[in-house]
């Protein structure tokens, strides 16, 4: 898969994922990905973005950095949500907040294989 078909593979990926469109998932995700080196496969990856929709009703992943060299992705996603209570061991309780994650993909077959994500707590401690 060439960059410019990874890239809008990878748009498509996030604009699924605000649509919250679960039943499409598949489509991008591989059966047995990682996530951050634990295998959950595309069952857990679902659980996991479930759960963060439920506990940040408001989410939205925006990509504000996007750098491909297949099968790799890096990605910097800003969010401004609002979550319910807590939010990485943090007491956010409905307070609007501005954060970035920086990710790493990598595909296989034109589906996502591995996660590496690391979210900017730092920021989200500074706004508290």
Request: with cysteine; charged share 25%; net charge negative.
């Amino acid at each position: 898969m060439d960059e410019t078909n990874l890239s809008e593979l990878y748009r498509g990926y996030i604009a699924c994922l605000n649509r919250q469109d679960w039943a499409n998932l598949g489509r991008f995700v591989g059966d047995k990905a990682t996530h951050n080196g634990k295998e959950i496969g595309l069952a857990g990856y679902r659980q996991m973005l479930e759960k963060d929709f439920r506990e940040i009703p408001d989410l939205h992943f925006e990509i504000q950095m996007l750098v491909c060299e297949p099968p790799f992705i890096a990605s910097r996603l800003q969010f401004a949500c609002t979550p319910e209570s807590m939010f990485l061991g943090l007491h956010i309780d409905g307070r609007k907040v501005t954060f970035a994650e920086n990710v790493f993909y990598e595909f296989n077959e034109g589906k996502i294989q591995q996660v590496w994500s690391v979210i900017d707590k730092g920021a989200i401690e500074a706004q508290l």
